[in-house]
């Protein structure tokens, strides 16, 4: 067995700070590798774009035909052989990308600095390119994967973000009225719960308790968990809270309210009990207003306008959706023909990726 060398006695005495400095080094240069591999990428997605945009320059000056991208494939696999991304229908996805964004600079500061699969998603499911910035912005913003890049896209987030109902400009000083209103969406979508029409509010909470992963996500970035069935004591009186989050971005505590059925009027005293209890029981002074969240089946805006008038605690009013009609799960012929073009497209797509 060859003899163990030693360890320098130098080295058994390093000084005080070196774990931090090796923890602060190690981060820095993971920091440069994500660097690297975005640079990586944009320039990848440029280069698509610029190809794109000189066979669309060609069709429309020179006449090029369809065919022409079959041969242009053929050729540019040929010549760069340890390339990907050379498929004909991925250089029709170059096209479709130098179409959608004429405009190079918008291009460089928003979808070029997403992968290509997410340029492939957006421009699939999406026509205005207003709605795949925005998607593209939000993506970057919250670092998506692309399967949760298309969950948002299908569950329409762009039309349900700020349409809760809410007293937040009446009783919450600017920005935070703006920015708390904008965390807030109607109706929310909680399909990934299985329940039965017959549903209990209680079941409704523990279910979502079990499945706290996919709430969090359909809430949004920046809620954090606190506690289901949360207690607050008030003179001598123990009462519960259905569930309490956290928002680290505006630094207030939450208060969820889950109702079954239509909304009523008493909800918004309840859950403004609930508010004032917290504030004055659990929010560090440093933190901004406890807000409050009420779900239910169903809503009235003029009922939830007049209950929430009133008030001086900050509350919302959204719906939830439980789950989708049947009809809306029974796949039309058309939409078994996107999927399976869509499958299609997944399997020639990641030739694409860098």
């Known amino acids: 067995m060859a003899r163990r060398e030693p360890v320098p006695s130098k080295l058994n005495s390093l000084p005080e700070n070196y774990d931090h400095c090796l923890s602060d080094l190690k981060e820095r240069i993971r920091r440069a590798q994500v660097k690297a591999a975005l640079a990586v990428n944009q320039e990848l997605v440029m280069l698509y774009w610029e190809i794109g945009r000189e066979i669309l320059t060609r069709e429309q000056t020179q006449g090029w035909g369809a065919k022409v991208v079959e041969r242009l494939a053929m050729d540019l696999k ?26 190079k600079e918008i291009l460089q500061r928003s979808v070029a600095r997403l992968p290509w699969r997410h340029n492939i998603a957006l421009l699939e499911k999406l026509k205005s390119r207003e709605d795949r910035i925005w998607y593209a912005q939000q993506a970057i913003e919250n670092s998506w994967s ?40 109607d109706p929310y979508h909680l399909d990934f719960l299985s329940l039965g029409k017959d549903v209990q509010e209680r079941d409704l909470e523990n279910a979502l308790v079990t499945h706290i992963r996919d ?27 259905d569930m309490l989050f ?37 929010r560090h002074p440093d933190d901004q207003p ?50 399976l073009e869509n499958v299609l497209s997944e399997v020639e797509a990641t030739d694409g990726e860098a």
């Open 78 to 103: 040929r010549e760069f052989p340890e390339m990907k991304g050379f498929s004909a229908r991925n250089i029709r996805y170059m096209k479709a990308l130098a179409e959608a964004y004429p405009d």
């Open 146 to 185: 692309r399967d949760i890049l298309v969950l948002q896209i299908e569950n329409q987030l762009h039309q349900r973000l700020g349409e809760a109902v809410t007293n937040f400009e009446q009783v919450l000083p600017k920005p935070q009225s703006d920015l708390a209103q904008s965390l807030l969406k």
């Open 215 to 241: 709430f969090l996500l359909e809430l949004g970035v920046g809620f954090a968990f606190v506690g289901s069935q949360f207690p607050i004591e008030v003179d001598g009186r123990e009462y519960r809270i």
């Open 246 to 282: 956290y928002h680290l971005r505006i630094r207030c505590y939450v208060v969820v309210e889950l109702k079954i059925g239509d909304f009523q009027p008493s909800f918004g005293s309840q859950v403004n009990f609930y508010i004032s209890a917290i504030d004055d029981l659990i």
């Open 290 to 339: 406890t807000i409050g969240l009420i779900l239910c089946t169903s809503k009235s805006k003029t009922v939830v306008e007049y209950a929430l008038r009133n008030l001086g605690t900050p509350i919302g009013v959204a719906t939830h959706r439980l789950s989708k009609q049947i009809e809306e799960n029974l796949p039309s012929v058309e939409r078994l023909e996107m999927e």
